[in-house]
């Protein structure tokens, strides 16, 4: 199985990728490749550090006469997501991945291959353990538990982060520069129920929204795919004013971090109102594919028989929930200044659900600049004050304010165009990102993410493009070098 490695440009990253592969290290269970990367700097007599987060810091000394350059801090997460084809016996925590090359594609057999990032992590050992590359100090940062909410970053000892620069190598997409991402936020917002008894000829509906996208409440916020609570909400109006419906109760989409695909409520109405509520869905469903036409192509809208309810919202209650959720805040509220395409603040109206006591709403809220995101917490909060609900903010995480002035991103845009002839692509991410955490610990240091192309990461369809290791290495020691001679005056 190794044999394949031998044939891979450059020979030591391509080794250390492939013992990293050999070490099980999924998220929580980062003892081993911790142990390797302490004993891979006790063999090199190099200085190493781990703090109790189980974050790991490895220290290189200048190469001689170049010491004054500026440090750089280079930046991996050790650890990798856990995923396998179902059926597969693999067992993350004990077993070597199954690792082979596929025409220009590295993969593992049925399962993640952990390039995300482990090519980062080994691309750092490579360059700790040469000896031909020109650099200033250098400090080797590996995270713990990045992938299972950032632990390692949140609990990292700051005398870590000592540096001018941070390079973090956990970016998916060759020849794209990162220079910001989101912070965020989690919020609820509460209503206590307020129930009556259903008149108890009424019959009961289950009210139904599928079929919807859905994606990543960050990543794909831009894309104007439907929100299924807001639909639900907009025929729940219609069908309240029309056809005399109440609400018993709702559930509306899942998981807090993903724009919601399904939404249903049972409803109670006359009978004589039966044929009614199922022209206006039957119309409204036609409505709204029209209106997502080419986005939302298996938009349903659909009604089922449900048992008697013996409770329905009260009249007011009702009335207030329906107006809040209808002008309730979704979506993106701007755009970068400096990038108009690229989403900066957001908010998505991800769950709306009920228990025996509360209707519960709940959002994450999404901006790159912290105070706007202090803004969106203070809007959304005002606006769910004015409804009447009780609202709790927490799982606040900080965003990457991107900074076009960087003389980092300068010196690097440069080297790469040196290198390859073409300009990089410079972009943000509307998600969170471990250099939030780290800048928001050391607001001095001046950073950049990039990495080789890696496809569907945290599936087990990951795999790694060989082409573009190599210019990711050769672009990484070009940066270093740049830095350390201050070629372009970082
Ligand atoms: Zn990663």
């Not at 930046?75 to 004990?94: C, I, L, R, W, Y």
């Not at 199922?278 to 938009?299: A, H, P």
């Not at 755009?335 to 006591?357: C, K, Q």
Request: charged content about 20%; aromatic content about 8%; some cysteine.
């Amino acid at each position: 199985m190794k044999i394949f490695i031998e044939t891979l440009q450059p020979q030591p990253l391509w080794q250390y990728f492939y013992a990293i592969t050999q070490l099980p290290h999924p998220s929580g269970y980062t003892d081993k490749i911790r142990q390797f990367l302490q004993d891979f700097a006790a063999s090199l007599a190099l200085e190493y550090k781990t703090d109790s987060a189980g974050n790991v810091l490895i220290c290189k000394p200048a190469s001689v006469g170049l010491e004054q350059a500026k440090t750089i801090i280079l930046q991996a997460h050790m650890d990798m997501v856990p995923q396998k084809n179902s059926g597969v016996a693999h067992n993350f925590e004990t077993d070597a991945l199954q690792v082979f090359v596929a025409g220009n594609w590295v993969k593992a057999t049925d399962t993640t291959l952990g390039a995300d990032n482990g090519l980062g992590v080994a691309a750092i050992l490579a360059v700790l353990a040469s000896n031909d590359i020109k650099h200033g100090p250098l400090r080797a940062l590996f995270t713990n538990d990045e992938e299972t909410g950032m632990h390692g970053a949140f609990g990292l000892d700051k005398a870590f982060l000592q540096g001018d620069i941070l390079l973090n190598l956990d970016s998916e997409d060759e020849g794209e520069l990162f220079v910001g991402c989101a912070g965020g936020i989690d919020a609820d917002f509460v209503f206590p129920l307020e129930m009556v008894t259903a008149n108890p000829d009424d019959m009961a509906i289950v009210i139904a929204v599928s079929g919807l996208q859905g994606g990543h409440s960050g990543i794909d916020i831009h894309l104007e795919r439907a929100n299924a609570n807001k639909l639900l909400f907009r025929f729940l109006k219609m069908a309240a004013t029309s056809c005399d419906a109440r609400l018993a109760s709702v559930l509306g989409g899942s998981l807090r971090n993903a724009i919601p695909r399904e939404a249903s409520a049972v409803i109670s109405i006359p009978v004589n109102k039966r044929d009614g509520l199922i022209r206006l869905l039957e119309e409204t469903s036609v409505l709204f594919s029209k209106e997502y036409y080419g986005i939302e192509t298996e938009l349903r809208l659909d009604q089922k028989p449900h048992d008697k309810v013996k409770w329905v919202f009260s009249n007011a209650f009702q009335e207030k929930i329906i107006h809040t959720v209808c002008a309730a805040p979704n979506g993106v509220f701007n755009h970068i200044p400096e990038m108009p395409t690229v989403v900066e603040s957001s908010s998505n109206l991800a769950v709306i659900l009920t228990d025996e006591r509360r209707l519960v709403i709940k959002y994450l809220l999404r901006s790159s600049v912290e105070s706007k995101k202090q803004a969106l917490c203070a809007m959304h909060d005002s606006f769910f004050t004015l409804a009447g609900a009780s609202a709790v903010f927490f799982g606040d995480y900080p965003g990457w304010q991107a900074n076009f002035e960087s003389p980092l991103l300068a010196a690097m845009r440069a080297v790469y165009k040196d290198k390859f002839g073409l300009e990089p692509t410079v972009k943000l991410i509307h998600a969170g990102l471990e250099c939030g955490i780290l800048g928001a610990l050391n607001p001095q240091l001046d950073m950049l993410s990039f990495g080789p192309t890696i496809r569907f990461p945290h599936s087990p369809d990951e795999k790694l493009a060989v082409d573009s290791v190599q210019r990711f290495w050769d672009f990484l020691i070009a940066g270093i070098e740049s830095v350390a001679t201050n070629k372009n005056a970082v």
